[in-house]
């Protein structure tokens, strides 16, 4: 009898596959952001793209949750799915968020400490991607969780060091809370690349 309920339950596989849709657009995101930086022309068009990446992000993390309250059995459970994919949305409205500010605060050009915490932000994308392509199997996660919290750990102390630099330094008070409060949103991007990463840590301990 339990046996023929079992197969009457509803499982859903296709979260796996949500997440790596989920994590490849989250890269597009990371991607538009740096050739933001990198090549800061056009950035009203740009940013629009960014943004209209996010609102992809939100209708797949909706699909996500919509499944998650749908499904009676899951194959990871069901406050870890909604962990992983809570914290790939929060990386990617962080990078929206790093990018309006750079239109709406009106900013001549990124300064290096910009560009160098954008790329940490797309070098932890890349390795998020990864793992979550890796997630189905359990394969190969430790070291690209390893890797995301070092470069969490290295964008923590060039924001940090930056904003103090502003506040000792800059004699625009306007300037500095721009840049504070943009050093701010890159530092918190990659604080959920690591919330991500030890999501999928957790998961790994509970599979292994």
């Known amino acids: 009898m339990a046996l023929k309920l079992s197969r009457l339950m509803p499982r859903e596989e296709k979260f796996f596959d949500l997440f790596k849709e989920s994590a490849r657009n989250l890269l597009k995101g990371a991607e538009a952001l740096k ?31 919509d499944k998650l309250n749908k499904t009676f059995i899951t194959p990871l459970d069901r406050e870890d799915i909604h962990l992983v994919a809570s914290g790939l949305d929060d990386v990617l409205d962080a990078i929206e968020g790093i990018s309006s500010r750079l239109l709406f605060f009106k900013i001549k ?57 502003l506040l000792d330094e800059e004699p625009d008070w306007r300037v500095a809370l721009k840049w504070k409060e943009i050093y701010g949103r890159l530092e918190t991007a990659a604080d959920h690349c690591e919330k991500v990463a030890v999501a999928i840590e957790a998961i790994v301990m509970k599979g292994s």
């Open 109 to 165: 050009e990124p300064t290096p400490a910009c560009i160098q915490l954008v790329d940490i932000i797309y070098r932890g994308v890349v390795q998020v991607e990864q793992a979550i392509s890796d997630l189905e199997h359990f394969d190969n996660l430790h070291p690209f969780c390893v890797e995301i919290n070092r470069l969490e750990n290295e964008a923590d102390g060039i924001s940090q060091r930056m904003i103090a630099q």
């Open 35 to 65: 050739d933001l930086v990198n090549n800061y022309q056009n950035v009203e068009e740009k940013v629009k793209i960014i943004k209209d990446i996010e609102h992809r992000g939100d209708e797949i993390i909706h699909e996500i949750i």
